[in-house]
């Protein structure tokens, strides 16, 4: 499986962006999508999730704010994040599961994306 993330740049705060992560490989449609962030000097940090059975949750920083989706048919996820803040910013992942489920860790996803830079200026 392979994960190509894009949708990244520069943003001022209050303004929105929306994230894509494309997937190569099987079965994309039984596996849960997630996404996580990494900000300067920080431990990476858990986003969203969305099931297979199209459940989603969010991280308490970004609930309200970001909303998670995804298209089967395109073997694709998505992370639209409105009223983006300056904290907000970091290098966005996507990350897949092997399972359908909801978790949080890191460790629980198999496949990860490259990445992409997403900065919010004050």
């Known amino acids: 499986v392979q994960l190509q993330t894009s949708g990244g740049g520069l943003v001022q705060t209050g303004g929105s962006l929306r994230l894509s992560c494309a997937s190569s490989?099987?079965?994309?449609?039984?596996?849960?999508m997630g996404w996580f962030r990494q900000a300067p000097g920080k431990e990476r940090e858990w986003v969203a999730t969305?099931?297979?059975?199209?459940?989603?949750y969010y991280g308490d920083s970004v609930k309200g704010r970001f909303t998670i989706s995804r298209d089967n048919a395109k073997n694709a996820v998505y992370l639209q994040m409105n009223s983006l803040k300056p904290e907000d910013t970091a290098i966005y992942y996507c990350?897949?599961?092997?399972?359908?489920?909801?978790?949080?860790?890191?460790?629980?996803?198999?496949?990860w994306g490259q990445g992409t830079l997403v900065t919010v200026s004050s």
């Open positions: 969305i099931t297979s059975g199209d459940s989603k």
């Open positions: 990350a897949v599961r092997g399972g359908g489920g909801w978790a949080i860790r890191e460790t629980s996803y198999d496949y």
């Open positions: 490989g099987g079965a994309f449609s039984s596996r849960a």
